[in-house]
């Protein structure tokens, strides 16, 4: 797996080093003493190459001059995750049927923002954590716990067993999210922006929440849907 840009590799570098195997820097780079120094403190293999070797290398992907050859994303088994939420208030998201990467990182960077998140993806027909989503999250990946599960079914179930309340987005009909009380601890589902959330999990939702919309027409991406009911989670969270 690799990370691509300044960002995402420097996070790395200070979150957990011990997962980076090799850096590469284009020559020139502004941060490649920084780098450099503390590729030596955690005995990380480091290169300078040419820029044309450095476009070879990246293609088409804006790599702003440096990549890093890592571990594969490491997933943390969903009993652990379940337990580790409870214990320390942390609010679950279920992403039923998410493809984009670009919105799986998009998602994972608000939720590092905002703290005391952490993600659950089904196994299958779903995005996975990519070199695209590390990309985009820019870093985030090392503050946000993610899951997956074979069964998403299951899993919500299972964390209601645990006392999770559990909300999910829909497309009207639901409590309006400027006007929704919340429970904790809580799940929240959010669907694909096709199909939105199947009716197996409906079935499972304690509150349906819905953003409102002045233009009915226009419609948010799932990373954006996200990010404001996330929001709303930790501004009612630091209320309690």
Not at 6 to 20: G, M, T
Not at 52 to 77: C, N, W
Not at 128 to 145: K, L, M, W, Y
Not at 156 to 170: D, E, N, T
Request: hydrophobic share 40%.
């Amino acid at each position: 797996m690799r990370l691509y840009g300044k960002n995402p590799v420097i996070e790395r570098l200070k979150a957990n080093p011990k997962s980076i195997r090799k850096i590469l820097v284009e020559e020139g780079h502004p941060d490649a003493g920084y780098v450099r120094k503390k590729a030596a403190q955690w005995n990380i293999g480091f290169c300078q190459i040419p820029p044309t070797k450095m476009l070879k290398l990246t293609r088409d992907i804006h790599s702003q001059g440096i990549l890093a050859d890592v571990e594969d994303f490491h997933y943390v088994p969903y009993e652990d995750l379940l337990d580790e939420a409870a214990e320390k208030n942390m609010s679950l998201l279920f992403l039923d049927g998410l493809k984009d990467p670009q919105n799986l990182g998009a998602i994972m960077r608000s939720l590092a923002c905002l703290g005391r998140f952490a993600i659950v993806l089904p196994r299958k027909d779903s995005v996975d954590v990519t070199d695209t989503v590390c990309r985009v999250a820019s870093g985030a990946d090392n503050h946000v716990p993610v899951a997956k599960t074979p069964n998403l079914v299951a899993a919500i179930s299972a964390a209601k067993k645990k006392g999770f309340w559990i909300a999910g987005a829909v497309v009207g009909a639901g409590e309006s999210v400027l006007d929704v009380q919340l429970q904790f601890p809580l799940g929240l589902v959010v669907g694909s922006e096709q199909k939105g959330i199947r009716e197996i999990i409906l079935n499972q939702l304690d509150k349906r929440i819905t953003i409102p919309m002045q233009q009915p027409r226009l419609s948010l991406n799932a990373a954006q849907a996200t990010t404001i009911l996330c929001y709303e989670i930790t501004r009612q969270k630091e209320k309690k």
